[in-house]
């Protein structure tokens, strides 16, 4: 009987010393998440006083889903997510690609490729708006560095030459070519952190095995393909996954570059800012629903191509 009296108080006191924890946790997190789904139920409008629950406010007109269909039949909502999940490909592919042949190279030759991979990863330390900003100084038609480079280099002559698309003055503003100005920009900042991602996966595989593929007389491909990549799976799926957040959610960098828009390259996250700056508080709402079942969606598929793929194998 004592012993479950001590049993039963160690439980309680572990308890009493996570309830602070928990209660914040609440407080800070959950409850907000839930006002805010719920907010977009209601048509709202943040110039009104907002109480606890938006439920309990007098100003908030229940709709129903009537925000979430408004927004999902917009066309401007619709190229939104298009850009964005482009995006979110487009990064995740480079960044793997050329993230993990930075961390190979860095293997290979090591202190040289130890060096080369510190100075990829100095961009990360920066924050996405001082990024942005001076992407946009080197886009500038006037005096960026691109421009100058492509005059300096007779590239628009050479690409006339063999008639294909000359590059245009100014990428941001380009239709054509806006999406892949926040591309080379986000990917120059993101490609330094998955480097070093991959380069810890690489070495955490045995020297042993390493000492076979050369012995085997494995080109690097075939070591990558056969070997590297079926042991780094995890490693891979991780990077993927923080890749794929972290693009689906991009604003500073967007939001730098062009403007609150809306522009031939607008996100999600920047068509829900703009919501937020008109006062639509239950539009924004269900903006940000659908980012998250959105988001959801893309990380549950990557984990069940990776299982699967595990399983196969």
Do not use: C
């Amino acid at each position: 009987m004592k012993m479950v009296n001590a049993e039963t108080r160690k439980t309680l006191i572990l308890y009493a010393l996570l309830a602070p924890t928990l209660a914040l946790y609440l407080l800070f997190f959950v409850y907000p998440i839930i006002n805010g789904l719920t907010m977009g139920f209601y048509n709202y409008n943040v110039a009104t006083p907002l109480n606890y629950f938006v439920f309990f406010t007098p100003h908030a007109k229940y709709v129903g889903l009537q925000n979430f269909i408004f927004i999902g039949q917009d066309p401007v909502f619709q190229r939104a997510l298009e850009n964005t999940l482009i995006i979110v490909v487009a990064n995740s592919v480079a960044q793997f690609l050329i993230g993990f042949g930075l961390a190979w190279l860095a293997k290979k030759y090591g202190k040289v490729g130890d060096v080369f991979l510190s100075v990829a990863l100095i961009p990360i330390v920066l924050s996405f708006v001082s990024v942005g900003l001076m992407w946009k100084w080197i886009y500038d038609p006037s005096f960026g560095l691109l421009d100058s480079l492509i005059g300096f280099l007779h590239i628009n002559s050479a690409l006339k030459f063999i008639r294909l698309p000359t590059i245009p003055s100014s990428l941001p503003s380009n239709p054509s070519t806006a999406l892949l100005s926040i591309l080379l920009a986000s990917n120059w900042q993101g490609i330094g952190l998955y480097a070093v991602i991959y380069s810890a996966g690489l070495r955490t595989i045995s020297p042993s095995i390493y000492d076979s593929m050369k012995v085997d007389g494995l080109s690097d491909l075939q070591k990558i393909r056969r070997v590297v990549w079926p042991m780094m799976k995890e490693t891979i799926a991780l990077a993927l996954i923080l890749v794929t957040a972290a693009s689906f959610k991009i604003f500073d960098l967007v939001f730098a570059l062009t403007g609150m828009g809306p522009t031939p390259n607008d996100v999600i996250s920047v068509y829900l800012y703009r919501d937020l700056g008109a006062g639509l508080a239950g539009s924004a709402a269900a903006v940000a629903f659908y980012m998250v079942i959105i988001g959801l969606a893309l990380i549950v598929i990557q984990f069940r191509l990776f299982r699967t793929r595990s399983e196969q194998k």
